[in-house]
């Protein structure tokens, strides 16, 4: 496996990193692990089939927003 070095990370990034580690129950270096992987782990070019994946999921469990600011308004 690789090393990385990241250099010049200000104080309050470095412990929000190990804040977060630590909420996670793991190492602050598995966490920035995690956080790499999922950062970098989709590729753009399937953005697009992932988001209609995500529609056809979640099709009739949203409601349209518009619809429910014209009812919030009427209520006033």
Do not use: C, Y
Not at 51 to 62: E, P, T, V
């Amino acid at each position: 496996m690789a090393q990385l070095t990241v250099r010049n990370v200000s104080e309050d990034i470095v412990r929000a990193l190990r804040v977060r580690a630590a909420r996670h129950g793991r190492s602050a270096e598995a966490e920035h692990r995690l956080i790499l992987a999922a950062a970098l782990g989709h590729d753009a070019d399937d953005f697009w089939p992932r988001a209609d994946a995500s529609r056809k999921k979640l099709a009739g469990q949203h409601s349209d927003s518009g619809e429910l600011q014209r009812e919030m308004r009427d209520e006033r």
